[in-house]
């Protein structure tokens, strides 16, 4: 592994500590709870308008930002942009107090559309930095090295909310993400200027193109058929990593520390569930895994309307993470098979704009359930019928194998 292929792959070492930390476990309950208070479910409506928000931001400039990527030589200096942008937002939590729901709500919006808008940038890096043949174990590497770095920063606040103020955490991640992303920032490839295309032409033509690939594929009743799915379940995934840690906190009473005990222990089920059934897949075939992956999501978010003590609430979390790594691989497969020769880059920026807009309805649906009724429990099923939807409608697709 060389020193552009070590920094890549630090670079998901580090933003991997605002996923863990930030996205999932401790910041949401920190938010919703003391920040804004929680009681009536109003913490939960505005962190799911906070998330919905950042990442509607994202997915709208999504195009605009692929084709910056993809066009001209700017990739460097976005990425540090981007990046900056989050990691100082990430430090200002430090100076939030109850009671400061606004400045909360607009900080998160720029820590997040900072993080995922970086992400557009980072993945342009890839085939820049290994040969195509290399590209799905260096991407590999990535995804194994960005664990590590969740499960370090988890500890890392263990160990900081047992000694310190909670808001030390907050600059352990924003000194966790601006260290270790350094080496990218030394050692990726340099933007080359006087080559490519200007940053308004650049992403006047990503827009152009991934606009033209989304008429395209709208076209094709069962292109379709597969972007809705994947946009309403995927919503419902991308729902219960937001809501997760914030239910297990107001309503069954979990502090920190055993908030990041289940965190690790889903990512641990989550690995051992996509390497067991990473060869189902192709011998089964991914529409197969993807209904039974869903099958199991509408049955553990029934049983979250039902679950009373923390014990079995680890225990369905854990099932949980069997299928969310199994989920995301057989989605991806089954949509390969609808890419068309040589044409994989442009229909993947279809793939990833979908993606990124799957983070908008669900968190403002379960916010406004949970203030509504003052009560967690009734959200948790109207996130059952976003993969009740998603799997009905991927019944119906014919699926192609390549």
Request: charged share 10%; proline share 3%; hydrophobic share 50%.
């Given at each position: 592994m060389n020193k552009k292929t070590f920094s890549w792959?630090?670079?998901?070492?580090?933003?991997?500590?605002?996923s863990a930390v930030i996205a999932a476990t401790i910041f949401p309950v920190f938010y919703a709870n003391h920040i804004v208070g929680n009681a009536h479910g109003q913490g939960d409506l505005w962190w799911g308008r906070a998330i919905a928000v950042s990442m509607a931001l994202v997915a709208l400039s999504s195009p605009f930002l692929g084709g910056i990527a993809d066009y001209s030589r700017l990739k460097k200096r976005m990425l540090f942009l981007?990046?900056?942008?989050?990691?100082?937002?990430?430090?200002?939590?430090?100076?939030?107090?109850?009671?400061m729901v606004i400045t909360g709500f607009i900080m998160i919006i720029l820590a997040n559309t900072g993080m995922e808008g970086g992400l557009v940038f980072y993945n342009a890096f890839l085939p820049e930095i290994a040969e195509k043949d290399q590209h799905g174990r260096v991407s590999a590497w990535g995804f194994g090295i960005g664990y590590a770095g969740s499960i370090i920063a988890l500890?890392?606040?263990?160990?900081?909310?047992?000694?310190?103020?909670?808001?030390?955490?907050?600059?352990m991640v924003a000194v966790f993400f601006g260290v270790f992303s350094i080496p990218a920032f030394l050692y990726l490839p340099e933007d080359r200027s006087g080559v490519g295309k200007g940053m308004k032409d650049a992403a006047k033509e990503g827009l152009k193109t991934t606009l033209r690939h989304l008429l395209s594929m709208w076209r094709d009743k069962n292109k379709r058929r597969f972007l809705l799915a994947y946009l309403l379940y995927e919503d419902g995934v991308n729902t219960v990593i937001v809501f997760s840690s914030i239910f297990a906190a107001t309503t069954l009473g979990f502090k920190e520390a055993e908030l990041i005990y289940m965190y690790l222990l889903v990512q641990f089920t989550a690995l051992t569930g996509s390497f067991i059934m990473a060869s189902r897949i192709d011998t089964w075939g991914p529409k197969k895994v993807v209904i039974i992956t869903l099958c199991l999501w509408v049955v553990v978010t029934v049983t979250a309307f039902f679950i009373q003590s923390k014990v079995a609430f680890v225990v369905l979390a854990s099932f949980a993470g069997l299928g969310l790594g199994t989920l995301q691989g057989a989605t991806r497969a089954l949509y390969t098979g609808f890419i068309p020769k040589d044409e994989e880059s442009r229909y993947f920026g279809v793939y990833n704009l979908v993606?990124?807009?799957?983070a908008?309805?669900?968190?403002?649906?379960?916010?406004?359930?949970?203030?509504?009724?003052?009560?967690?429990?009734?959200?948790?099923?109207s996130v059952a019928i976003f993969f009740i939807i998603g799997l009905a409608i991927i019944y119906t697709i014919e699926e192609n194998k390549r």
């Open positions: 792959c630090l670079f998901d070492f580090a933003n991997s500590s605002y981007f990046t900056f942008i989050s990691v100082l937002s990430v430090a200002s939590f430090s100076f939030l107090e109850k009671g500890f890392l606040a263990i160990f900081l909310l047992k000694n310190s103020s909670i808001h030390t955490v907050w600059v993606g990124k807009s799957s908008i309805i669900g968190p403002l649906v379960f916010g406004y359930i949970s203030s509504i009724w003052g009560n967690q429990r009734p959200a948790i099923l």
